[in-house]
């Protein structure tokens, strides 16, 4: 029972994780993410609540460069907006702070959490501190002379968010699925790797999305296929040093992540190909199938993201499918680990 209630405390945070996600996706689509321009832990919990504490706010905000280069002459209803979508994201993090820390109490207490394992829990807050922190620190670098984030430190937030849910996500199936069980799903080495090669490629792919989102990079083609009429446009190579265009170039960023995405798509066939092989595929079948739904899904987004110049509620579709995505390939990750798996010759 009490192996059960870790699980769902586990399955909570990373729920609650990626709903954070997204929503850091709207803040970011909607150009909220820049309007607390202070981070206080505890002051921060109530926003303004009178005209004269917003008047106030809005004075504050006005100091930096995304009202003076971008937003000057917003009213202060259209700074209210942004401001509450901004809040919503901050305190959703303090909720999963608390969802985090309050059931650690109660278990470690209880001796609900071996000795053994106690370290993993606790590096799992350590993580969520440590997200907290990278936020502020991506918000800050909007603050200073452009009003836009750094798009490096955009993909790093982006990723210790996805680490975070991988690792509450790998703990509660641990906890959830006991010896007996976890022993009759033995799959090949070659599934687990073949597996464990998507997951990587998968990441690679979330973290090209984070610098297109970062260098606002979604728009600077809307066509499909070609790009500026060409194949592999002359402007993805105009930045010197000429590596300097992986990082820094918005049309080599956005090319990068427009033909990776098939590459995903080429080993995901490949990967439901093995996996329908294995003789225990009916024990993955449906993250198998949920996943290749969820990868044609995915690319078609993505292609009609481009097509209508990336609108705010097909982009966040966008980035909310590739977290599910990222979700299944985990579970199935799980399911085929090594330590569950056999050698074929």
Same mark, same amino acid.
């Given at each position: 029972m009490d192996n059960k209630k870790v699980a769902r405390w586990m399955f909570w945070l990373a729920g609650l994780a990626a709903v954070m996600v997204v929503l850091g996706g709207l803040v970011r689509l909607t150009q909220s993410g820049l309007s607390m321009t202070d981070w206080d832990v505890l002051m921060g919990i109530v926003p303004p609540m009178t005209e004269q504490g917003w008047q106030q706010e809005f004075e504050q905000y006005k100091q930096f460069p995304e009202y003076k280069l971008v937003n000057r002459g917003m009213e202060l209803s259209e700074f209210k907006f942004i401001f509450y979508m901004e809040y919503l994201h901050r305190?959703?993090?303090?909720? &999963?702070?608390? /969802?985090?820390? *309050? %059931?650690?109490? *109660?278990?470690?207490?209880?001796?609900? &959490? %071996?000795?053994?394992?106690? %370290?993993?829990? @606790?590096? *799992?807050?350590?993580?969520?501190? =440590?997200?907290?922190?990278?936020?502020?620190?991506? /918000?800050?670098?909007?603050?200073?002379?452009?009003?836009? /984030?750094?798009? #490096?430190?955009?993909?790093?937030? @982006?990723? @210790?968010?996805?680490? #975070? *849910?991988?690792?509450?996500?790998?703990?509660?199936?641990?906890?959830?699925?006991?010896?007996?069980e976890s022993a009759e799903r033995v799959f090949s080495a070659q599934a687990a790797k073949a597996t464990r090669i998507f997951l990587w490629i998968l990441i690679g792919q979330v973290a090209l999305g984070g610098l297109v989102a970062g260098l606002k990079a979604g728009a600077v083609s809307p066509t499909f296929p070609l790009m500026h009429g060409t194949w592999i446009p002359p402007l993805a190579w105009s930045f010197?040093?000429?590596?300097?265009? =992986? =990082?820094?170039?918005?049309?080599?960023?956005?090319?990068?992540?427009?033909?990776?995405?098939?590459?995903?798509? =080429?080993?995901?066939?490949?990967?439901?190909?093995?996996?329908?092989?294995?003789?225990?595929?009916?024990? &993955?079948?449906m993250p198998v199938i949920v996943l290749s739904v969820l990868i044609n899904l995915q690319l078609l987004l993505g292609i009609f993201t481009v097509l209508m110049k990336v609108p705010v509620a097909l982009a966040s579709l966008h980035q909310a499918v590739a977290l599910l995505l990222f979700v299944f390939t985990i579970i199935l990750r799980y399911s085929v680990r090594a330590e569950n798996t056999v050698s074929v010759k």
């Open positions: 305190m959703l993090g303090r909720v &999963i702070g608390l /969802v985090y820390f *309050i %059931p650690l109490v *109660i278990f470690w207490r209880r001796g609900t &959490i %071996p000795r053994e394992q106690r %370290p993993a829990f @606790l590096g *799992i807050g350590v993580l969520l501190l =440590f997200q907290g922190l990278f936020g502020w620190y991506m /918000v800050k670098s909007g603050l200073v002379d452009r009003p836009h /984030v750094s798009h #490096f430190r955009l993909t790093g937030h @982006l990723l @210790l968010a996805m680490a #975070f *849910i991988a690792a509450t996500l790998w703990m509660g199936m641990r906890w959830l699925y006991d010896q007996a010197e040093p000429w590596y300097m265009n =992986f =990082f820094e170039n918005p049309v080599m960023v956005h090319f990068l992540h427009r033909w990776n995405a098939f590459v995903v798509l =080429f080993f995901a066939f490949y990967l439901v190909r093995l996996l329908y092989r294995e003789q225990h595929f009916e024990l &993955i079948k």
